[in-house]
């Protein structure tokens, strides 16, 4: 898919964590309908057709969702690549992406319905070819935020699509209302949504779950899919590949931040030439070394070092070599107490730390540091604090929504005085209390809780507060498992609670929720 809501927080692991995810065995998949549960099966969906299917095999992904378009298109499925995934023992899902319906931002079709059956009929063609059964669902992508207004002509759309490959096959990748509307009006059988324009709202049909985007794979972009049913619409590979590690994404160390990451970075910048002191302090120096690194080396030149930057930085060390390369790699695993020094001998002390954190995490077990154990060293835990902290976009949360965002929501407008229920279900007295709030405080009233409204609605809070915009933060909180009791006290509880939160996603530790604790809770 395109990128979406890449959230690269402060000790880079954060997003995964918050999303539920971890360490899981592949997904139990076969060309049938699958009779083991696979819910926690993970796989990947990319465009990059160079990422091999060994690859994505030994980084313990049980399967692929792999890309169906017009053609010519260098990121479309083909039958070399789909035997080579089956070969891996990888299950493939198939998923139809012109421009994943986005032209509709600037006009929908006069018929839908045609342009549907016309994708059906190129997906199927194009899946038939590369060995897909014909008894197998397609995915037809709707890659952006579509508004309600558009929900006519999606549901014309999909129809179209059924009338060529029938409703049984018919499949939808798209956030959570463009997924419930289709399941709803019954125009699929098969949902893969996204947690981009969700809201931390999910479809319990879906059987297909695309959790976070922006990871890394042996150096190739990707993103992270769930399986949330044995069968998802694979096919080829029983989905048994792999060693059942999912890897971390590799964190984002800016300027201004502090820790063995910077240290490790600061080294690894040495071994590819810099003059800097490896001090782990991320400052002006660092800062220019990585911009002329990253122009060596054609990446976009941002001064950061994200998942690009790293990987490219990274070098495999094993016993007997030598220099910063080393050091780095040695501050990494002290990081997890092996208490290594740091000298820039690769030699039988790194080597057993480095077969110990090996075995520990779940990945081969050869005493050397190459790029799966570069990426669980780095990504795993916080090696670097400070900084910049990236917070997610407010969500925008409309009629019809469910779920914690809108319990919030609603408990913000009661401290703003309005009359409404605070139930969690945006129907017409929300509607009603969002619009006239909206009014009042000189925004554009169109019943929407988006970025500005969020910024209007939300209040500083700490210990000693009370009322309905305390039961908000609560119930924000327990979005993330603190088990709050919400009686809009914030007391010692609600206070150690917004300590851990804050802690856990890289902001300043201070129990209060303010302005970017705020947005942080409602839109991550």
Known sequence: MSRRRLLTLAGGAAVATAAGIGFAQSASAASAAPSAPSATGYGIDYSDASLTAGSVATAGYGFVCRYLSWLPNPKVLTLSEAQALTAADLGIVSNWESDGLQSWQSGVPSDPHAQGAGHATEAQRQALANGMPSSRPIYFSVDFDLQPSMYTALNSYFDGVASVIGRSRTGAYGGYHVIKELFDNGKIAWGWQTYAWSGGNWDSRAQLRQVQNGITVAGHDADLDQAMAADFGQWGGTGGGGTGVILPSWPNITDGMTGPSVQAAQYLLRYHGASI????????????????????????????????????????????????????????????????????????????????????????????????????????????????????????????????????????????????????????????????????????????????????LIVLIQEGSSGDDVRAAQVELNKFGYGLTVDGGFGSGTVSAARAFQSAHGLGVDGQVGPQTWQMLVGS
Do not use: C
Not at 320 to 340: C, I, K
Not at 430 to 437: D, G, R, Y
């Open 277 to 456: 002191t490896a001090d782990g302090q991320f400052g002006a120096g660092t800062l220019a070394a990585t911009k002329s690194f990253q122009s060596a080396h054609g990446l976009g030149v941002d001064g950061q070092i994200g998942p690009q930057t790293w990987s490219a930085l990274i070098v495999q060390v094993q016993e007997g070599s030598s220099g910063d390369d080393v050091r780095a790699a040695q501050v990494e695993l002290n990081r997890f107490g092996y208490g290594l020094t740091v000298d820039g001998s690769f030699g039988s002390g790194t080597t057993s730390a480095a077969r110990a954190f090996q075995s520990a995490h779940g990945l081969g077990v050869d005493g050397q540091v190459g790029p799966q154990t570069w990426q669980m060293l780095v990504g795993t835990g916080t090696g670097a604090t400070g900084g910049g902290t990236v917070t997610p976009p407010w969500p925008n949360v409309i009629s019809g929504d469910t779920g914690n965002n809108v319990l919030a929501a609603q408990n913000l407008l009661r401290y703003h005085g309005a009359s409404i229920t605070a139930d969690g279900q945006f129907g017409p007295a929300t509607l009603a209390a969002t619009k006239s709030f909206q009014s009042a405080h000189g925004l554009s009233a169109d019943g929407q809780i988006g970025p500005q409204t969020w910024s209007a």
